[in-house]
């Protein structure tokens, strides 16, 4: 009876250290595969959206038709439910046929500052307060 318990305990031994060494090789190997992976060289989409863990989104990178590029970023709470998408981007950079651009609203949604390209190719500057009056600056001729 002791030689049995004793051959038993060999093999549960035996059996054991193979499980262990069989378990780190599927540990290893699954994390080379993993690290050989890699960074992919280019993601293509046509929108993307960050957003908050309450899946408000705050922030968008998209192409738009016409237009070229654009980024949005959004106040706090998001775009605004039920709102025009407008009025919630905070600050918006953008692209056109005339050059770039840059628009900076308040939180109301009352555009302050913004900087463009004129068709001419020339900056524009403008600065206003939230009841839209303010200057606009062009170079001259």
Not at 24 to 53: C, D, F, M, W, Y
Not at 75 to 102: E, F
């Amino acid at each position: 009876m002791e030689e049995r318990i004793a051959r038993l305990e060999r093999q549960c031994w035996w059996y054991r250290n193979l499980f262990a060494l069989l378990l780190v090789g599927i540990v290893a190997g699954v994390g080379l595969g993993v690290s050989h992976q890699g960074v992919p060289k280019v993601i293509r989409v046509n929108s993307l959206e960050v957003v908050t863990h309450e899946g408000k989104t705050v922030g968008m990178f998209a192409a738009l038709e016409n237009y070229g590029g654009s980024i949005a970023l959004y106040g706090p709470k998001g775009i605004i439910a039920g709102g025009t998408l407008g009025k919630s981007v905070t600050i918006s950079l953008g692209s056109s046929a005339s050059g770039g651009a840059i628009s900076i609203k308040n939180a109301d949604g009352e555009r302050v500052v913004q900087l463009y390209a004129d068709k001419y190719g020339n900056g524009v500057v403008y600065a206003g307060n939230r009841k839209g009056k303010g200057r606009t600056l062009k170079p001259g001729p």
